[in-house]
């Protein structure tokens, strides 16, 4: 059965630092998405793609975040300069664009800001 | 905007006991679609169960079911022949379409033995 892969399953960063987070979406499916967990909190949207631009975009996905699909498979989600609250999961979304379609979820990156 | 709101932070039920989470929403929307997410220790979001607002049947899947009742903007997950491997945490969700899901704080469910 087709799946949601991300990379890497956990990274660990210095605060300041560049981080891309990397998701390789089902095959066949239109738009993605990029939530966070902050540990012990719900599940936050950040951002939808679809038709290679972005969709929707919360409240927190400011300037310091953005989200690229550099080819037919990967899709990309850059922190410029990390801070110690993005520490979280991040997890990587796929659906293939049908009404009622249900979103398939990656198994997450965990981040770690030090 | 839309809310979604798990009043339970935490449920315990025997095994093969059945146990009923709760989730209100708040939306103007009149075409939606609703979702309970299961979220074991491993921290996978797997999908329990979905209904669609514009239909009045109550989804069920096996064991889930829900109870949508949608003037009352409700939609609660029952849970029957609890099992161990249902420990986790469910969250349910609000979409529109292909929008993002918007989610609730959470309700963790504890399965005694």
């Known amino acids: 059965e087709p799946e949601v892969t991300q990379t890497p399953s956990h990274q660990v960063t210095q605060m300041g630092q560049e981080v891309i987070l990397r998701c390789v979406p089902i095959?066949?499916?239109?738009?993605f998405y990029w939530y966070r967990q902050i540990l012990g909190q719900k599940v936050e949207f950040l951002v939808s793609?679809?038709?290679?631009?972005?969709?929707?975009k919360s409240e927190i996905f400011d300037d310091q975040f953005s989200v690229e699909r550099p080819d037919g498979s990967n899709f990309t989600l850059k922190i410029r300069s990390t801070k110690l609250e993005d520490s979280a999961m991040y997890f990587c979304?796929?659906?293939?664009?049908?009404?009622?379609?249900?979103?398939?979820f990656g198994p997450g990156t965990r981040l770690t800001v030090l | 905007a839309q809310t979604v709101t798990q009043s339970q932070p935490e449920m315990s039920v025997q095994e093969a006991e059945t146990v009923t989470l709760s989730c209100t929403y708040d939306?103007?929307?009149?075409?939606?679609?609703l979702f309970w997410y299961k979220q074991p220790p491993s921290r996978q979001m797997i999908l329990v169960i979905r209904?669609?607002?514009?239909?009045?049947q109550n989804a069920t899947e096996n064991r889930f079911s829900v109870n949508f009742q949608k003037a009352a903007k409700s939609f609660s997950l029952k849970i029957s022949d609890s099992q161990l491997g249902d420990a986790a945490m469910y969250f349910c969700?609000?979409?529109?379409?292909?929008?993002?899901?918007?989610f609730g704080k959470g309700t963790h469910l504890i399965i005694q033995p």
């Open positions: 939306t103007s929307e009149s075409d939606y679609y």
């Open positions: 979304a796929s659906h293939r664009g049908l009404a009622g379609g249900e979103q398939f």
């Open positions: 209904q669609e607002a514009y239909k009045q």
């Open positions: 793609f679809y038709n290679n631009e972005i969709s929707e």
């Open positions: 095959s066949n499916h239109l738009y």
């Open positions: 969700a609000f979409g529109g379409g292909a929008d993002g899901l918007t």
